[in-house]
């Protein structure tokens, strides 16, 4: 009956609530509210873990924080280590994007720019006006690593492929496929280049291994090329 149970500054409400008190451990089943530092989270079940800090939760999760929402089917959240395990499908918005998995384990530690950990299954990243999308992705110190059928997309270019790393200290986008493929439709006529291996950084590109080049009536082939965006003129070899 509206059972109310506060602990280190955290507040759960639930119509019933299961509390082990050797174990310092509480367990729902229908429903519950808990405010937390500066979260409030909603789900149809959980476990609060008192001991190793740790929420199990389940079934329409909603957790709000200022500007971040996060939603999931089933996720355990380890508090003192800002770690998240997504074992169903979860979605996470805020000011700067969103990203959206079927499971996953990131810590989303405040102070750093990025997570780091991975996520599987229908993955999607936004960041500003850069989407990611792939089979699976990998955060870490350095940047971002991707696998499967692999989409990266700004306002003006489509790269696509099997495998692509994103390094975080000067924004280079290196892309394997069979081939990758690059499309960019800013200007008049669409240009697409295909290759094995596709590194672009800024306004350059260099593509390598059994390249394609097309734009309008221009085709070509070889074994490297070099673009420059404000370049109209791209150099190669063959």
Same mark, same amino acid.
């Given at each position: ?19 082990? @008190? $050797? ?6 089943? +229908?429903?519950?509210? @808990?405010? +937390? =530092? ?14 190793? %800090? ?22 355990? !959240? ?13 979605? !996470?918005?805020?000011? +700067? ?5 079927? /499971?996953?384990? #990131? ?21 500003? %006006? ?9 955060? %870490? =110190?350095?940047?971002? =690593?991707? !696998? *499967?059928? #692999? ?32 499309? &960019? ?6 240009? &697409?280049? =295909? ?5 672009? /950084? $800024? ?8 390249? &394609?080049?097309? &734009?309008?009536? @221009? /085709? ?8 420059? *965006?404000? %370049? ?7």
């Amino acid at each position: 009956g509206e059972v109310v149970m506060t602990h280190d500054g955290g507040r759960l409400q639930a119509p019933e609530l299961g509390y082990h @008190i $050797g174990a310092r451990m509480a367990r729902y089943r +229908q429903g519950a509210t @808990i405010e +937390q =530092e500066d979260w409030r989270v909603e789900s149809q079940t959980g476990l609060y873990n008192a001991p190793h %800090d740790r929420l199990e939760l389940g079934g329409a999760v909603r957790a709000v924080r200022d500007l971040d929402t996060l939603r999931s089917d089933s996720l355990h !959240w380890l508090r003192a280590e800002d770690r998240y395990l997504f074992l169903g499908p979860t979605s !996470w918005h805020n000011n +700067q994007g969103f990203f959206a998995c079927l /499971r996953g384990d #990131v810590v989303m530690d405040d102070a750093e720019e990025q997570p780091t950990g991975w996520l599987a299954g229908e993955v999607r990243v936004q960041d500003g %006006d850069n989407t990611v999308s792939a089979d699976s992705l990998r955060w %870490d =110190e350095e940047g971002s =690593e991707t !696998w *499967g059928e #692999v989409r990266l997309t700004d306002p003006e270019v489509v790269v696509e492929g099997s495998h692509a790393r994103r390094a975080s200290r000067d924004s280079t986008d290196r892309v394997w496929g069979h081939p990758a493929r690059l499309t &960019q439709t800013s200007s008049g006529d669409t240009l &697409q280049i =295909e290759a094995l291996h596709l590194c672009k /950084r $800024g306004e350059l590109l260099k593509a390598r291994d059994s390249v &394609q080049f097309t &734009q309008g009536q @221009i /085709r070509g082939q070889g074994d490297s090329l070099t673009w420059r *965006g404000s %370049d109209p003129n791209p150099t190669g070899s063959s």
